[in-house]
């Protein structure tokens, strides 16, 4: 029986000091303040230049934003802040600098944001990558402490939803990562694939998304940012297309059908597949040009579930000339779950992208690069204090040498289970830009 999913509504966090960088906190008080919000700019302009400029966050003054009418910059200062929430910890991949930040909120609730590193290297070169587009970091960030979705092979699902971040708390965690990088302009991508439902917390992501691009906050290109989902609110989804058309998109699917779908994924039934497809097609057609733009499906492979030969040959139908490209993960085990799932062989999944292969189907595989990494990406703040196994959590990392992730994979297969989606998911995001881009290329 699939589980009972909680109310979409969590109990408000409330927060003071406000994140300075949350647009609707920062405009209801300019306006309860009889300000015109055009001063928003001025205050984010103020703060964005100080920390590129290397000044502490805590060392900002906000009183001192030039410009603001008289009065308003004490005020300021004693309602938000720059910095509300705290980098706990931080683990760095020995293999490539991929990185795993523990950020503790304002009211003690814990999430987590990986930055990956992409050398811009081929990972094998006696092979065509399409992954050779420049030296860059992605930041996977999460947008819930915890999830209500309960999607059965996801460990996140089993804390349930604790609660929503704020549009500010999600930005923080990219001026955490630029801090933590050392370099207040890098880390240049965004990926909604930590702990969360994006589309769940509709009205801070897109919050978020809006600062992440505004030329007055961090500037970002829209095209450098991915918002992930299952599609368990299709009104959410229209929106997302609507409100933000030129982001990215990913939708976790993990089924070929309608019924197993459902028992994998129990959010599922808010949507059909055809209608979840639908959109997708909708989203691909507001590509630039002639260009269609592409989307990710995501798959993640449970033994003897949804691994098998018929299941990839349905799937294949399901997507035939879909705007797509599969993007097949795995199973990672974790302590407690419930449903007993197993990963399944490589041979098994060598087979499931094989057939897709073969249907003309775009799909990818990133078997290695999670199998190196002991992160319990998505669910550290959980799991950290779950279980004493602690010491692979520092080899949290994305190596681009087969041969050196053979070789840890198979000491950490001894050592731990901890769990890389997240790192794995965002990953898989920066390839299939980079497929994108370089058939762009190509094209021309
Ligand atoms: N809720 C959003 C954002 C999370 S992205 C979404 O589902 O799209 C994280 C990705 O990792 C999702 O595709 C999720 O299904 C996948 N995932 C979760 N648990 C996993 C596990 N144990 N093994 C492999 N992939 C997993």
Known sequence: MAPILAPAVPRRRELHPKPIFDEPSLRSFLTGHGAKTVHMGRIWRHVCTQLRCGVPPTAIELQEVPGLPQGLGP???????????????THVSELDGTMKLLIQLQDGSEVEAVVIHHTGEAEDPGQRQA???????????????????KCRFCATGTMGLLGNLWAGEIQEQLVHARMRKGHA?????????????????????????????????????????????????????????????????????????????????????AIPIDKLL???????????????RTVMMSYVLLKDVNDSVLHARELSELLANKPVIVNLIPYNPFEGNVYGYEEPSPQTVDRFLQVLAEHNIRVFERRHHGRDIAAACGQLAKISKASPSHADIENCGVALNKELVRRKSSRLRET?????????????????????????????
């Open 75 to 89: 005020a300021l200062a004693a309602n938000f802040a720059v910095l509300t929430s705290t980098l706990l910890q």
């Open 278 to 292: 639908a959109i997708v097609d909708d989203y691909a057609k507001r590509g630039e040009g002639k260009r269609l």
């Open 416 to 444: 731990s289970n901890w769990q890389p989606w997240l790192v794995l998911g965002a990953f898989s995001v920066l390839v299939v830009s980079a497929a994108v881009y370089h058939r762009g290329r190509s094209a021309r």
């Open 185 to 269: 302009d890098s880390v240049c991508n965004v990926v909604f694939m930590g702990m969360g439902e994006p589309l769940e917390n509709y009205e801070a992501v897109s919050s978020a998304v809006k600062g992440f691009v505004d030329p007055m906050r961090f500037g970002l290109a829209p095209s450098s940012l991915t918002v992930s989902t299952v599609g368990s609110s299709p009104q959410n989804m229209q929106r997302l297309l609507e409100e933000l058309p030129k982001i990215r998109l990913a939708v976790s699917l993990h089924a070929p059908n309608q019924t197993l779908r459902e028992e994998l994924v129990p959010a599922a039934k």
């Open 131 to 149: 992954d050779r587009c420049g030296e860059r970091d992605t930041l996977c960030v999460s947008s819930q402490v915890g999830c209500r979705l």
